[in-house]
T-cell receptor, first 112, second 112 residues
Framework: KQEVTQIPAALSVPEGENLVLNCSFT??????LQWFRQDPGKGLTSLLL?????REQTSGRLNASLDKSSGRSTLYIAASQPGDSATYLC???????????FGKGTSLLVTP | SQTIHQWPATLVQPVGSPLSLECTVE??????LYWYRQAAGRGLQLLFY??????ISSEVPQNLSASRPQDRQFILSSKKLLLSDSGFYLC???????????FGEGSWLTVV
């Protein structure tokens, strides 16, 4: 069974810092990996999708990398802002399945 | 553009009462549809997914059921709610395996 782990569980940084969120998964036979953002009490917003054949994806200040062989992905946030405060979730679809397996998320707080 | 609607947004129900949460998707056809639950302090748990009308796969045995009466409509139901059914329920859709998955705003269910 695919297990997805996110480290750290919580992170607090001052505004302007660059930061990295980590995600690991136990089964490297994945179809793709997706990063989401969740604001308190809200649904999930898709940030980036990386197909298994890709190494990274970029959107604005966000960059996600994928190392399938080692079962790792990172989400890099450049020049963090207070508006980036949220929970960030990593999820993978395994080759054998249709649906996402989620980590428990990293709760990010960016202080002014 | 595609949109996903989910309702009701919040619900307080007594133990033993029935449940019906509804989700509809607009702007696409034959989407994959999903129901997830997010309980306090836990990650997102896949409950059901559907790749077509009348095709429902259950990931977790429980007193919940799902139906897909129309192509873009997905309903989560229960005949008798338990206290443990409390949580945040999220509907989601994708254009197919390997595509980005998009989530609705969620429904907060409190069973009292």
């Amino acid at each position: 069974k695919q297990e997805v782990t996110q480290i750290p569980a919580a992170l607090s940084v001052p505004e302007g810092e660059n930061l990295v969120l980590n995600c690991s998964f136990t089964d490297s036979a994945i179809y793709n990996l997706q990063w989401f953002r969740q604001d308190p009490g809200k649904g999930l917003t898709s940030l980036l999708l990386i197909q298994s054949s890709q190494r990274e994806q970029t959107s604005g200040r966000l960059n996600a990398s994928l190392d399938k062989s080692s079962g790792r992905s990172t989400l890099y946030i450049a020049a963090s802002q207070p508006g980036d405060s949220a929970t960030y979730l990593c999820a993978v679809i395994s080759n054998s399945g249709y649906a996402l397996n989620f980590g428990k998320g990293t709760s990010l707080l960016v202080t002014p | 553009s595609q949109t996903i609607h989910q309702w009701p947004a919040t619900l307080v129900q007594p133990v033993g009462s029935p449940l019906s949460l509804e989700c509809t998707v607009e702007g696409t056809s034959n989407p994959n549809l999903y129901w997830y639950r997010q309980a306090a302090g836990r990650g997102l748990q896949l409950l059901f997914y559907s790749v077509g009308i009348g095709q429902i796969s259950s990931e977790v045995p429980q007193n919940l059921s799902a139906s897909r009466p129309q192509d873009r409509q997905f309903i989560l139901s229960s005949k008798k709610l338990l206290l443990s059914d409390s949580g945040f329920y999220l509907c989601a859709w994708s254009g197919g395996s390997g595509n980005t998955i998009y989530f609705g705003e969620g429904s907060w269910l409190t069973v009292v």
